[in-house]
């Protein structure tokens, strides 16, 4: 492969004046070696980001991240990019604004832009539970540094005109807004790590599923692939709704269910909201992408699925809540929808974990959330991975919380999944 | 959309008129359990790619608790059955091996 070429406007210049032939594949794809010191499984988001920051923090560069489809064709490529750190809970509060803050610089840092938009994002209260929730979850913020806001309907008309506050069924008490958090670009985020990943050397084979995981008394070996047996000193699994098929073939289990998350985009219009809000109590999250999309996020299926498909009366049930809260959008035609596998834990926060076999790791349990934790995320596995120990960021995060009845519980605190 | 067959009062049942209740047939901790078995108990799921044992709540219907066999990969139901029962029925079983001859009841 050519040296990676840097992206400028003076490379585009130069490029223009080409015909645009001279830019180098954005990362290769070598065919694997017999032994890499970490295997990432998995080139979404988390595990591409995983093995970025073992290079650049921890310079452990000879790693593999292998990939059963396309890189970032699961969840990374199916969100609805909503980037925020407003969480209750000190350990939940730490690591995602760790992960907001490196989405601040994410495109400096890896020559590609990522479309960072700190646009702002406001969770509406449309209950009274709800607006006693924000005001401790706001309260806890200030405590944990982290920048929100409660802000009183009149804001909430101000910075969304749109929104119909005054219900009848759901009107709008209040929202707690982050005005740092906000969107990105969800595919560039996995391609620019995989460009800096492959930058530093390390190798990235899609359609090459782990079939199986070696161990030797109990400790690591390598895996067995579609494109043969593959060595590895330590292991990363980084898979999210297939956390449990490949832990199974590791051989052992997790507290974690899967299960389809929907999201669907509107046609295109001309920009009418210029902020991202969720509305938690009738399970809604709307933003408008730069193409003029509408982009929707809905409400978790209640049963196990692995299909990459959602129940229709979710769709619809989302919908409708939303055409409430915003009358403007009731005869917008809706172009996609799609859902994605969500690994659901029973406190609704994640595993950044030693497992039981020696060597394997795991960084799972994102739920519906995971986009915006990803550079935080890759951060604090790097950590766990490279030194066999969790960091301060992902201590709090270890599948021993379960047993030792240590929830880090996110699931009251906003009384939906998320 | 998913529609199961409350085996109590037979109506053919929308997911909507439907509560889902997680896995089945696991073996509640007993008193006196340790913390694994609760563990366990709580929080450990099989989680399968396929067929998967389930309890769902017939909840704007007959108010029953029953069982489903499905596959959660494809969205079929193999069958419904009663919940008083700690493992699932012949009949279940060899629909599930019939359409799936590869399948161990882990």
Redesign the interface.
């Known amino acids: 492969m050519k040296p990676r070429q840097k992206y400028s406007a003076f490379a585009l210049v130069r490029e223009a004046m080409r015909g645009h032939t001279g830019w180098p594949r954005a990362w290769n794809s070598p065919l694997p070696s017999k032994r890499y010191d970490v295997i990432v499984i998995g080139a979404g988001g988390h595990g591409l980001a995983t093995a970025y920051y073992l290079g650049k923090n921890h310079q452990i560069r000879n790693v593999a991240v292998l990939e059963k489809g396309w890189l970032g064709g699961g969840n990374t490529g199916r969100n609805t990019t909503i980037i925020r750190s407003n969480y209750l809970q000190d350990a939940s509060a730490a690591i995602y604004e760790k992960s907001r803050s490196l989405y601040e610089e994410l495109s400096q840092q890896l020559n590609y832009n990522v479309m960072f938009s700190p646009r702002g994002v406001m969770m509406l209260a449309q209950t009274h539970h709800e607006a006693r929730g924000y005001q401790r979850i706001n309260n806890a913020n200030i405590v944990q540094g982290v920048a929100t806001e409660y802000i009183s309907p009149e804001q909430v008309r101000e910075l969304c005109p749109i929104i119909s506050i005054s219900g009848p069924r759901y009107p709008v008490l209040g929202a707690l807004w982050q005005a740092r958090g906000g969107t990105a670009r969800h595919d560039a985020v996995a391609w620019g790590y995989a460009r800096a990943c492959s930058e530093m050397g390390m190798h990235i084979i899609e359609q090459c599923e782990v079939t199986s995981v070696r161990t030797e008394g109990g400790r690591v070996v390598g895996v067995e692939t579609g494109k043969g047996s593959i060595e590895c000193g330590k292991l990363a699994i980084v898979v999210a709704g ?1 956390s ?2 490949v832990a ?1 073939r590791a051989g052992f ?6 299960v389809a998350l929907q999201a669907l985009v509107s046609e295109p219009i001309k920009p009418c909201l210029d902020v991202v809000v969720m509305a938690n109590t009738v399970h809604g999250y709307i933003s408008q992408s730069d193409k003029g999309e509408l982009v929707i996020g809905g409400g978790a299926d ?6 990459q498909r959602g ?3 979710h769709i619809e049930e989302t919908v409708r809540a939303l055409v409430e809260t915003f009358p403007i959008i009731s005869r917008l035609q809706m172009l996609r929808q799609w859902g994605g596998i969500v690994d659901m ?2 406190d609704r926060s994640p595993i950044l974990s030693r497992t039981p076999v020696e060597g394997v790791y795991i960084n799972c349990g994102w739920g519906t959330g995971g986009f915006k934790a990803i550079p935080g995320s890759g951060w604090a596995m790097a950590e766990l991975v490279a030194n066999d120990q969790p960091g301060a960021l992902a201590a709090s995060f270890g599948l021993e919380r ?4 240590r929830f880090i519980d996110e699931s009251v605190a906003a009384g939906v999944a998320h | 959309m998913l529609k199961l067959t409350c085996p109590y009062c037979g109506i053919e049942a929308d997911e909507t008129e439907l509560h889902g209740g997680g896995e089945a047939h696991l073996e509640r901790a007993a008193g006196g359990a340790g913390d694994s078995e609760l563990e366990q108990y709580l929080f450990i799921r099989s989680n399968p790619r396929g067929v998967h044992f389930e309890r769902w709540h017939h909840i704007h219907g007959c108010g029953k608790w029953f069982h489903a066999a499905r596959c959660t990969e494809t969205m079929e139901v193999f069958g419904t059955y009663s919940a008083q029962t700690l493992r699932p029925p012949e009949n279940t079983l060899s629909e599930i091996k019939r359409r799936r001859p590869n399948w161990v009841n882990a």
């Open positions: 297939h449990g098929v199974e289990r997790l507290p974690i269910e899967s209640q049963y196990n699925n692995y299909s129940s229709f009366l834990t029973g379960f047993r030792e009845g």
